[in-house]
């Protein structure tokens, strides 16, 4: 299966995941994290650590930019630490725009009295509204970290096990907060995801297999 048809199969799948999401789970799961969960002061402390990356991508970036301007070597790993701040950025502009086209409301009611489930009983998507009253989904901090980790995920596989634990709690804090719908996590999980994969793709094969096929010219004219 070529790179093509791999995104559009978790596309497919992302997709129905949001639909029966939408249908079935997204209201039950709202009202019960409202009734049992959203008291609970540590859940809503968890989506902290998405908001912690756009500062944590601002460093990274200045400090890649000082190698670049006094012409240092800029190692492997900050490549790819440059390339989370990309995927970031990239998946945070995207994830704006759909917001805007779809124009969700929100499971509570948080600010300015926007509708919302709980407490006036609004659902739905809500096309090419703006404003922050519409703009539940997709979920943008389930997007910022599903953006980083997933450029981490394909360039250093051998810590997947670690890169799951900071996505798991960031969900585990929107939903138990009941910041966002269930769906609205699936959709911001898979353009953060892909956004960081195809990202990847895009550096290893252009940028990173630069430097060796250059050597590998020199070795033959040798």
Same mark, same amino acid.
């Given at each position: 299966?070529?790179?093509?048809?791999?995104?559009?199969?978790?596309?497919?799948?992302?997709?129905?995941?949001?639909?029966?999401?939408?249908?079935?789970?997204?209201?039950?799961?709202?009202?019960?994290?409202?009734?049992?969960?959203?008291?609970?002061?540590?859940?809503?402390?968890?989506?902290?650590?998405?908001?912690?990356?756009?500062?944590?991508?601002?460093?990274?970036?200045?400090?890649?930019?000082?190698?670049?301007?006094?012409?240092?070597?800029?190692?492997?790993?900050?490549?790819?630490?440059?390339?989370?701040?990309?995927?970031?950025?990239?998946?945070?502009?995207?994830?704006?725009?759909?917001?805007?086209?779809?124009?969700?409301?929100?499971?509570?009611?948080?600010?300015?009295?926007?509708?919302?489930?709980?407490?006036?009983?609004?659902?739905?998507?809500?096309?090419?509204?703006?404003?922050?009253?519409?703009?539940?989904?997709?979920?943008?901090?389930?997007?910022?970290?599903?953006?980083?980790?997933?450029?981490?995920?394909?360039?250093?596989?051998?810590?997947?096990?670690?890169?799951?634990?900071?996505?798991?709690?960031?969900?585990?804090?929107?939903?138990?907060?009941?910041?966002?719908?269930?769906?609205?996590?699936?959709?911001?999980?898979?353009?953060? =995801?892909?956004?960081?994969?195809?990202?990847?793709?895009?550096?290893?094969?252009?940028?990173? =297999?630069?430097?060796?096929?250059?050597?590998?010219?020199?070795?033959?004219?040798?």
């Amino acid at each position: 299966m070529n790179r093509l048809n791999t995104w559009l199969s978790c596309f497919a799948a992302a997709t129905v995941a949001v639909v029966i999401a939408y249908l079935w789970i997204d209201r039950p799961t709202a009202f019960f994290a409202h009734d049992h969960w959203a008291q609970i002061k540590f859940f809503g402390k968890l989506p902290l650590i998405s908001e912690s990356l756009f500062p944590i991508a601002a460093v990274i970036f200045l400090t890649v930019a000082a190698k670049v301007l006094l012409n240092q070597t800029v190692s492997k790993w900050h490549g790819y630490l440059f390339l989370c701040g990309l995927s970031l950025v990239v998946a945070e502009t995207i994830k704006e725009q759909l917001k805007y086209v779809f124009g969700r409301t929100w499971p509570e009611t948080w600010t300015n009295n926007n509708p919302s489930l709980i407490h006036d009983n609004v659902y739905g998507f809500n096309f090419f509204h703006s404003g922050q009253a519409y703009s539940s989904f997709p979920s943008g901090h389930t997007n910022a970290i599903c953006a980083v980790m997933a450029v981490l995920w394909f360039a250093y596989p051998r810590y997947r096990p670690l890169y799951i634990v900071p996505v798991a709690a960031v969900i585990a804090g929107l939903v138990g907060a009941d910041f966002h719908f269930v769906s609205d996590i699936i959709a911001g999980g898979f353009i953060g =995801a892909s956004t960081g994969w195809i990202l990847v793709i895009f550096w290893q094969t252009y940028f990173s =297999a630069a430097p060796a096929a250059k050597s590998a010219k020199k070795v033959r004219k040798k």
